[in-house]
């Protein structure tokens, strides 16, 4: 999702008027007299207020003195206009009529944009092209998404009604994607995460200690807030995406050649490696560290987490999810959710008979631990154990090839490598302290891990839905289609069916010519003697 960073919230939004004797409004909003120094700097200055605000406009006039624009909910819960004239004795466009600001819900905004266009994303991304050529493509989306509060966390539906289909996704022990929760709501806003978050929480994640991992947008960051501690900690512990946070970073400073220097700090499992890149950074500017301290170490660096991303520093397994649902955007919604429904019935079906298999077969630990554990295995050969504390499982061990010292508090679940306490997998060091002291290196691999507790994610069964002739009757609320929210397309429809002997169209009489009566052309495909037009006149 988005990322919106403090220092954001200060920066002025239309540097392109100039006069200094109009103050600049606090909350971003504009104002009668505001003067700007172009035509073009009105139109830009719009569009970015625009797009900020997740609202729309329509412009009613355009022209070369005068711009005026309303609200594309004006009349209908939005009083929202704006008109700005050129004043030709001072040289400037000049604000004089302003309705704002938007009165309209943001629940019914469209999530795409229609002034996001290629000129303003040009501009966002000139700077970023300028001080590196070599940019990536992944770069400039970040930008896009972080500059103008443009998501791609939220899926859009393409059908005959906006809308945004906010998803919630795990992982099982077998590293299996697991979809647990699907809202199509109006938009991304603070009630409709509120409302997806709560349902969440109540009906779904009733666990405590959970880690709950997004972008730092305003819109879920308000929703936590209002969840009355359920989404913080001891509950549950909310964590942000180190590649949003990279995208912030790189939006704030322009330092291309720094990302991946912060990007390393959120993936460092041990707090001397983050001490050692952390003064490495700062060394090139406190300002990078001191923007950077603005965010609790513990909701972007594995070294601080305590253990509740379980190694995840992305959101990108709803990124996976998001391509999987394309093809369903296009649906009406009572059809997406009822191929959403199968398809989950389908998914859930299968990963379970796959883990009965596993079990039957044998198999007491997923994929994952047994490749890991067999490289570990091999790993801790060469690794020299002293014992400390027998009774309390602590030792410290020394790997021969490199020579470096690490301590082991099996009891604690530590050690210094940091590997065991992310991923609650033994790691080598803790497999050759076990070789050493004859215990079951068994004891230390996370209960998720193993295939029992892979079958029971999907112990959930789906009834089959049936004739709805035989539903309970429904007795609650009932609702109807927002108007606001319905999609109008721009133009003559396009035609993508390919036409066959079957279509009416194929039905209908040869087109005959009203000139000269016959068939198979129309008046203005008449070929013409010479030179003569259609009413037999000389050119």
Not at 379 to 407: H, K, P, T, Y
Request: proline share 4%.
């Amino acid at each position: 999702m988005r990322v919106l960073d403090l220092e954001d919230m200060h920066i002025p939004e239309f540097p392109n008027y100039t006069s200094a004797e109009i103050p600049f409004i606090a909350d971003g909003e504009f104002a009668v007299g505001m003067e700007f120094s172009s035509r073009e700097g009105v139109i830009k200055a719009i569009k970015e207020y625009t797009i900020r605000r997740s609202v729309d406009y329509r412009v009613y006039e355009s022209e070369p003195l005068t711009f005026y624009a309303k609200c594309t909910q004006y009349g209908s819960g939005c009083d929202w206009l704006i008109r700005v004239s050129m004043i030709s004795q001072k040289y400037c466009w000049v604000i004089r009529r302003y309705n704002g600001s938007h009165t309209c819900t943001r629940a019914t905004i469209s999530q795409d944009p229609s002034k996001l266009d290629s000129n303003t994303i040009a501009e966002a991304i000139k700077p970023l092209v300028e001080a590196d050529p070599a940019l990536k493509v992944k770069s400039v989306i970040a930008e896009v998404q972080s500059k103008f509060n443009y998501t791609v966390d939220g899926t859009h539906l393409y059908g005959k009604y906006k809308g945004c289909l906010l998803v919630a996704v795990s992982q099982d022990g077998n590293n299996n994607i697991v979809p647990i929760a699907f809202a199509i709501v109006e938009g991304e806003t603070s009630d409709a995460w509120y409302f997806f978050l709560s349902n969440l929480r109540q009906h779904v994640v009733t666990r405590d200690g959970v880690g709950l991992i997004s972008d730092r947008h305003e819109s879920i960051n308000a929703a936590v807030e209002r969840s009355n501690g359920a989404w913080s900690p001891p509950r549950a512990f909310h964590m942000f995406c180190i590649r949003h946070i990279e995208s912030n970073f790189l939006r704030k400073f322009k330092a291309p050649y720094l990302q991946k220097l912060v990007v390393n700090l959120g993936y460092l499992r041990t707090v001397r490696e983050y001490e050692v890149r952390y003064q490495r950074l700062r060394e090139r500017g406190e300002a990078y560290t001191n923007w950077l301290n603005r965010i609790p170490r513990e909701q972007y660096a594995l070294a601080f987490d305590g253990g509740y991303r379980w190694g995840h520093m992305t959101t990108n397994l709803v990124e996976c999810i998001n391509s999987v649902l394309k093809g369903a955007r296009n649906l009406p919604v009572t059809a997406l959710v009822k191929a959403t429904f199968y398809r989950l019935n389908e998914l859930f079906t299968r990963k379970r008979a796959e883990a009965e298999d596993r079990i039957n077969a044998g198999h007491v630990f997923s994929d994952i631990v047994t490749s890991k554990l067999h490289e570990n295995q091999l790993a801790s050969g060469n690794i020299q154990v002293s014992c400390f504390d027998r009774q309390n499982e602590v030792f410290e061990v020394r790997e021969m090839s490199s020579g470096l010292e690490f301590a082991v508090d099996l009891r604690g679940l530590r050690c210094d490598c940091g590997e065991f306490q992310v991923d609650r997998i033994p790691c080598q060091h803790v497999f050759a302290c076990c070789a050493n002291q004859r215990l079951d290196w068994q004891l230390y691999v996370h209960d998720v891990y193993k295939m029992d507790q892979v079958r029971r994610v999907y112990r959930a069964r789906f009834r089959p839905l049936g004739n709805p002739t035989t539903w309970p009757a429904y007795n609650g609320p009932r609702f109807i289609p927002n108007p606001f929210l319905r999609r109008v397309a721009k133009g003559r429809p396009r035609r993508t069916r390919f036409l066959n002997e079957m279509d009416t169209r194929m039905l209908r009489r040869r087109r005959r010519c009203r000139l000269c009566g016959a068939e198979g052309h129309s008046r203005s495909r008449l070929r013409q003697p010479g030179g003569a037009n259609a009413s037999g006149e000389d050119q």
